[in-house]
C-alpha cells in the first residue's frame, strides 16, 4: 500500500488520460446512436440491418479494433483520435439498440396527441419522444458507460495511457498493489459514472421513478396481475435494465 | 488498405494453418476457451439467476454484483491472476468467466422475471408443484433471454480470448501479439480479421439458437397476435 | 395499428445528413504506418507537440520498467541542466516507437546497441561494443545519431535454474544439445523472430527450444514460469536482479549469438551538442552494477523511476 501514497501523481496521470478518452467517447455514443436507433425506429427496412450490424460491430474484438482502424482512418495507434473512435463504435453499437427500443415503447396514443395539439415533428421528437424514451435510452446509457470505461483499459498494450497501464507495468514488476490500484479505479470510476447518470436520469424525467420492485412484486400476488412494471424491460440482447 | 489484404493472403495462405501454431490449432484453442469459459460462467450463473428470478429475492444484489463485474476491465483481471497464478490457462480463464457472469446472470432472472404472472398463477392453480413450475413453465418460457444472454457473454468473450496470449496461453492473440511487437502487419491484421469472423458465426448460430429455442406455444401465440 | 403519418421533409433532411456523413466518413482511408505516428495524440498531458516545434526536449522510453528508469535519468539530468523536457513513456516495443522516433516526434531514447544495430541490419557481424557502435552510425537513418554507450548493458540472456544447470551439466548454450527432453522457453512473444531467439540458438548451437510467450518482458511471470518448472529455459534480461535473488544461471554464448547491449541513447537533430553532452555524462557514470541495482530498487522497493532518478542523480553528483 505504500506504493499508492508514494505514486499518487501517476496514478492521477493515468486516471486523467483515460477520463479524456472514455468520456468523449460516451458522449459522441450517445449523440450518434440518437439518430440512427430513430432510423432504425422509424423506417422498418432499416430496423433489420442497423439493429444487426450494431450487434455484429460489438462482436468486433477490441485489440484488433484498435489496431486495424488506424489502417482506416489513417491516424497511429496510439493516437487518442484511434482510441476515442474505436470506443465511440462500441458504444454506438450498443446504444442503438437502446434508443430504438425506446422509442418502439412510446405509446401512439401519446404521438398522436402531440401531433394533434399541432406540434412540428422535430418539436414532438424533443418534446414528447425523447423523454418518453427516456429511460430506456438511459440504461443502455448506462451500460455504454461502465463498458467504455472497462474497454478503455485494453489499449495499454499497445502503448496507449490510461489506467490499463497500472496493469501492464504492475505486470512486468510484480507490483500487486498497482494492478489493484487499476481494478479498482477502473471499476469506481465506472459506477461512478452509472450513479451520475442515475442522478441525472432522476433530475431530468421526475416522472420516470418507479414504485420499488417490493410494490411491484406484491401486486403480483395472485388476485392482482394485471400490473407490467414498464420501465424495468430486456432487450433481445439480453442487456437487462438496471432499475434504479 | 494494402495491409488489410496482405492480412487476407496471410489468412489464406496453407503454410499458416499447419502445425501447433497454425491457424487451425489456434483458432480451436481460441474456440476452445471461449466455451470452457461460458460453461463455467453458466454452471455459476444459471442456476444463482434462476434462483433470483423464481423466488424474487436477492435481485437487488444480483443487479448490484452484475453491474460491479461488468465494470472490472478483462486485462486487469488477467494481469492480477497471472501474477498469483502464473503463466497458462487458469489467469485468463478466471477473467473470461468473471466477463460472461453478468451476461448470463442478468438474462437468466430477467428470462424468468419476463414471465407473465398470469401463466404462472394458471400453473399452480392447476396443481402444478413448484418444481414443476420451475422446470415446465418458467425455465422454458425463459429460455430465449437466457440464450440472448449466452450469446451477449460469448461474444464479449471471444473478443476477449486474445488476451489469454499475454500471460503464455494460446488461442487467436499469440498472432495479435506476435505480430504487433515484430511490425507483421499481415499477421496481426490476419488474426484479428479471423477472430472477428469467428465472432461473427458465433453470434449467427446464436441467434438462430434464440430463435429456434421459443417454445412451440409461443411461436403459436405470436403468429396469432400479429395477424 | 395507427395509420402511419404522411412523409415530412425531416425524412429527406435526415436521409440526406446520414449519407453525407457516411462519404465524409470513408474518406478516411490512409496508407500510413498503422503503428506509427501517435506521440502527439496521448491524452495524459504529457505528450510533446512533435520535434521541432518548440525548445522542449521529447524523451520516449520502451514498455520496460527498466528502460523507463534510464530514460527519466536522462530527463532529471537535462532539466537540472536548464533545459525542457517532456515524457513519453512506456511506448511500446522498437517497431513503436522506431518511426516516432525517425519522425522526430520523440527525440531521445536509451536504446541497447546490438538489438538496434540487428534491427537495421540483421546481417551485421559486429560483434564487440566498439565495433557495434561503429556499425549502428552507419546505419541510423540520417537524423538520428548514436550517443556514447554505456558500460551497463541489458541483454537478453538464456538463463535455467540452478538445479537444472547442475542435473545436465550445463554451463554453455552448446550444453543443452545433450538435454534430452523437450525444450521450451518462455520470452516475450516477438523473442521468436529475434536473430538470437529460437531459430538462431538451433543454426549455431544445433538447440531446438520452443517458445512460450509471456509479455512480461522477463518479469515476475517469466522468472515464476522458469522457477516452477513451467519451462525450462526463460530469456532474462542481464540486468534484472532476479538472476540474483532467484539463484539463476545465465549459460554462456561463446559464439557471440546474443550480441552486446549496451546503453546508448539515441536522439534526433532536436539535441544540441550541450544536452549531448549531460545525456553522455550520464551514461558515462551507468556501469553494469548500477543498473542493476536501480532495477533491483524499482522490483523490491516498489520506488518509481523519478524517485530513483533523484536519488541516483544526487549520488553522482549530477543534478
Not at chain 2, 1 to 27: E, H, K, T, Y
Amino acid at each position: 500500500m505504500r506504493w499508492i501514497l508514494d505514486n499518487l501523481p501517476l496514478i492521477a496521470d493515468r486516471l486523467w488520460a483515460h477520463v479524456a478518452t472514455s468520456l468523449p467517447a460516451i458522449v459522441l455514443a450517445l449523440l450518434i446512436s440518437l439518430p440512427l436507433g430513430w432510423l432504425a425506429h422509424r423506417y422498418r427496412p432499416l430496423n433489420g440491418p442497423l439493429l444487426t450490424g450494431a450487434g455484429l460491430m460489438y462482436a468486433l474484438p477490441s485489440l484488433p479494433l484498435f489496431i486495424v482502424l488506424p489502417v482506416l482512418i489513417g491516424t497511429g495507434v496510439r493516437d487518442a483520435v484511434n482510441v476515442v473512435v474505436a470506443l465511440t463504435l462500441y458504444g454506438v453499437a450498443l446504444m442503438v439498440r437502446s434508443v430504438a427500443d425506446g422509442l418502439d415503447g412510446i405509446p401512439p396514443e401519446a404521438r398522436n396527441a402531440a401531433t394533434a395539439l399541432g406540434y412540428r415533428p422535430l418539436r414532438r421528437f424533443l418534446a414528447v419522444d425523447l423523454p418518453l424514451a427516456g429511460p430506456v435510452i438511459l440504461s443502455g446509457l448506462r451500460v455504454v458507460a461502465v463498458s467504455t470505461v472497462s474497454l478503455c483499459t485494453v489499449g495499454a498494450v499497445l502503448g496507449i495511457p490510461s489506467l490499463g497501464m497500472l496493469f501492464t507495468d504492475g505486470f512486468q514488476r510484480g507490483i500487486l498493489a498497482q494492478i489493484l490500484t487499476g481494478i479498482v479505479l477502473t471499476v469506481a470510476l465506472a459506477l461512478a459514472l452509472d450513479r451520475l447518470l442515475v442522478l441525472a436520469g432522476r433530475l431530468l424525467m421526475p416522472w420516470a421513478r418507479t414504485p420499488s420492485r417490493r410494490a411491484v412484486r406484491r401486486s403480483h400476488r395472485p388476485g392482482r396481475s394485471d400490473q407490467t412494471d414498464q420501465t424495468d424491460q430486456t432487450d433481445q440482447a439480453g442487456q437487462s435494465v438496471m432499475p434504479s | 488498405m494494402n495491409q488489410l489484404w496482405d492480412a487476407v493472403l496471410w489468412c489464406l495462405d496453407p503454410s499458416n494453418w499447419q502445425g501447433p501454431s497454425g491457424i487451425g490449432a489456434r483458432s480451436l484453442e481460441h474456440l476452445g476457451y471461449t466455451a470452457l469459459a461460458l460453461v463455467i460462467a453458466s454452471v455459476i450463473a444459471v442456476p444463482v439467476g434462476w434462483w433470483v428470478g423464481h423466488t424474487g429475492r436477492g435481485r437487488g444484489i444480483a443487479v448490484a454484483v452484475s453491474g460491479a463485474a461488468r465494470a472490472l476491465p478483462t486485462l486487469g483481471v488477467v494481469t492480477l491472476m497471472g501474477l498469483m497464478l502464473g503463466i497458462g490457462l487458469a489467469a485468463p480463464m478466471t477473467a473470461f468467466v468473471v466477463l460472461a457472469v453478468p451476461s448470463i446472470l442478468a438474462a437468466a432472472y430477467a428470462g424468468f422475471e419476463a414471465v407473465d404472472h398470469q401463466v404462472i398463477d394458471a400453473a399452480r392453480a392447476q396443481g402444478l408443484t413448484e418444481a414443476q413450475v420451475l422446470w415446465r413453465v418458467e425455465v422454458p418460457l425463459g429460455l430465449p433471454l437466457l440464450i440472448s444472454g449466452l450469446r451477449s457473454a460469448a461474444l464479449q468473450v471471444i473478443a476477449t480470448a486474445t488476451l489469454a496470449a499475454y500471460v503464455g496461453a494460446g488461442g487467436l492473440g499469440r498472432y495479435l501479439f506476435l505480430g504487433l511487437k515484430t511490425q507483421d502487419y499481415a499477421m496481426m491484421l490476419g488474426g484479428s480479421l479471423i477472430v472477428v469472423l469467428l465472432a461473427i458465426v458465433l453470434d449467427l448460430l446464436f441467434a438462430a439458437a434464440g430463435r429456434a429455442a421459443v417454445p412451440r406455444g409461443v411461436r403459436v401465440a405470436r403468429q396469432g397476435l400479429a395477424q | 395499428m395507427t395509420p402511419k403519418p404522411r412523409r415530412s421533409p425531416l425524412t429527406h433532411r435526415s436521409l440526406i445528413t446520414l449519407a453525407a456523413v457516411s462519404a465524409l466518413a470513408l474518406t478516411g482511408c490512409g496508407s500510413s504506418d498503422p503503428l506509427g505516428g501517435g506521440a502527439s495524440g496521448s491524452a495524459g498531458g504529457d505528450s510533446g507537440d512533435g520535434g521541432g516545434a518548440g525548445e522542449a526536449i521529447v524523451i520516449g522510453s520502451q514498455q520496460y520498467y527498466s528502460n523507463e528508469i534510464i530514460a527519466e535519468l536522462y530527463a532529471q539530468a537535462l532539466e537540472a541542466e536548464g533545459f525542457t523536457v517532456e515524457r513519453e513513456y512506456q511506448i511500446g516495443q522498437r517497431e513503436v516507437y522506431l518511426p516516432e522516433l525517425e519522425s522526430g516526434a520523440i527525440d531521445v531514447l536509451p536504446e541497447y546497441s546490438g538489438n538496434l544495430l540487428q534491427y537495421y541490419d540483421a546481417e551485421s557481424t559486429a560483434s564487440t561494443p566498439e565495433d557495434i557502435h561503429a556499425a549502428l552510425a552507419e546505419v541510423l537513418p540520417e537524423n538520428l545519431r548514436a550517443l556514447e554507450p554505456a558500460e551497463a548493458t541489458d541483454q537478453d540472456s538464456y538463463n535455467v535454474t540452478r538445479e537444472f544447470a547442475e542435473e545436465h551439466s550445463l554451463t554453455t548454450l552448446a550444453d543443452l544439445q545433450n538435454v534430452d527432453e523437450p525444450l521450451t522457453v518462455a520470452a516475450n512473444s516477438e523473442f521468436e523472430t529475434r536473430p538470437y531467439g529460437p531459430e538462431g540458438l538451433r543454426e549455431v548451437y544445433g538447440v531446438d527450444v520452443s517458445l512460450v510467450p509471456v509479455e512480461d518482458s522477463g518479469g515476475p511471470l517469466t522468472v515464476k514460469a522458469l522457477v516452477d518448472g513451467d519451462v525450462q529455459l526463460a530469456d532474462i534480461y542481464s540486468a534484472d536482479p532476479s538472476i540474483q535473488t532467484q539463484d539463476l544461471v545465465t549459460l554462456e554464448d561463446p559464439e557471440n549469438l546474443i550480441l552486446p547491449q549496451n546503453v546508448t541513447p539515441i536522439v534526433s537533430e532536436a539535441v544540441n551538442e550541450d544536452a549531448a553532452a549531460v545525456i553522455e555524462e550520464v551514461n558515462a557514470q551507468l556501469s553494469a552494477e548500477e543498473l542493476i541495482d536501480l532495477n533491483r530498487q524499482s522490483v523490491e522497493d516498489q520506488a518509481s523511476s523519478a524517485d530513483l532518478a533523484t536519488a541516483w542523480l544526487a549520488e553522482q553528483g549530477l543534478a
